[in-house]
């Protein structure tokens, strides 16, 4: 399903990676990943860094966010159970956490996991190889560019990613299915206790998706506990305060060994028109 980033045509696997018709080929590297980055995009710094993959890797490899990954295992589903041959993308898929929970509970589908950090997605490829999950592919590629044909998917899903409504609606088939799962109101407020005088709860998102129709949302919450001080800093490194806090914050947060916090998430369905 991947297509050329050069000319748009259809890649198709060989044994060194994909190539097109016109000739432009892309090799796999020992993972199993691809580059499919436009010019326009540097892969030696696209996307998060290692620090940030490492971080997000270990907070989710804990089991603190399983209950949303398996949620959005039982949505897609539920969503495709009559769809045979499933094309699926996970756009902005990072370390591919999400991506290979959802690809083990939907065998019969295709997945395509992309982001722009090769860092990320080359763990999301191993860790799939690893786990013996030969109906996942991974791609270093954007979310404003998918590496897609027009109307040749049946489901996208977007996890605390930027939502690229344009390329969605091409890429979808007409009908597709786009989940989109964003942060609650109280989600880490916990956390925001620490580093905050004034803890704030979290605006609703707000997305241009013209095209689409709501098709349904839930709210999932939960309370976690985290138990070391590298758990704690592990969250916090995957998180935009990381950017944006105060010296003080930080130190405080720091110099905790325990926290408590809640957890909570929007998942947002909508159907392509």
Do not use: W
């Amino acid at each position: 399903m991947f297509a050329c980033p050069v000319c748009g045509g259809r890649l198709k696997e060989n044994k060194f990676g994909l190539a097109c018709k016109k000739g432009h080929r892309f090799d796999a590297a020992a993972q199993g990943y691809v580059n499919l980055l436009s010019a326009r995009h540097d892969p030696t710094n696209a996307g998060d860094n290692a620090m940030m993959v490492a971080a997000r890797t270990a907070f989710l490899e804990s089991g603190h966010y399983r209950r949303l990954a398996d949620r959005l295992a039982e949505i897609a589903v539920q969503l495709l159970k009559d769809t045979p041959d499933a094309e699926v993308v996970d756009c902005g898929c990072g370390e591919g956490y999400y991506t290979n929970i959802c690809a083990a509970a939907l065998p019969d589908a295709s997945f395509y996991g992309i982001d722009l950090a090769k860092s990320a997605v080359r763990h999301a490829a191993a860790t799939a190889k690893a786990r013996g999950l030969s109906n996942v592919r991974f791609a270093a590629a954007s979310a404003f560019e998918l590496p897609f044909a027009e109307r040749s998917a049946d489901l996208l899903i977007s996890v605390f990613a930027p939502v690229a409504g344009e390329e969605y609606r091409r890429v979808l088939k007409k009908g597709g299915r786009l989940v989109i799962v964003c942060p609650s109101p109280e989600h880490l407020f916990g956390m925001k206790s620490v580093l905050y005088e004034k803890p704030y709860t979290n605006k609703p998102n707000e997305y241009d998706l013209k095209g689409f129709a709501e098709a349904g949302s839930e709210r999932l919450e939960y309370d976690i506990t985290l138990v070391s001080n590298k758990q704690i800093m592990d969250l916090y490194a995957m998180t935009p305060y990381y950017y944006k806090t105060p010296a003080g914050g930080r130190e405080r947060l720091g110099s905790l060994e325990t926290l408590d916090t809640r957890v909570g998430f929007e998942i947002l369905t909508f159907r392509k028109k």
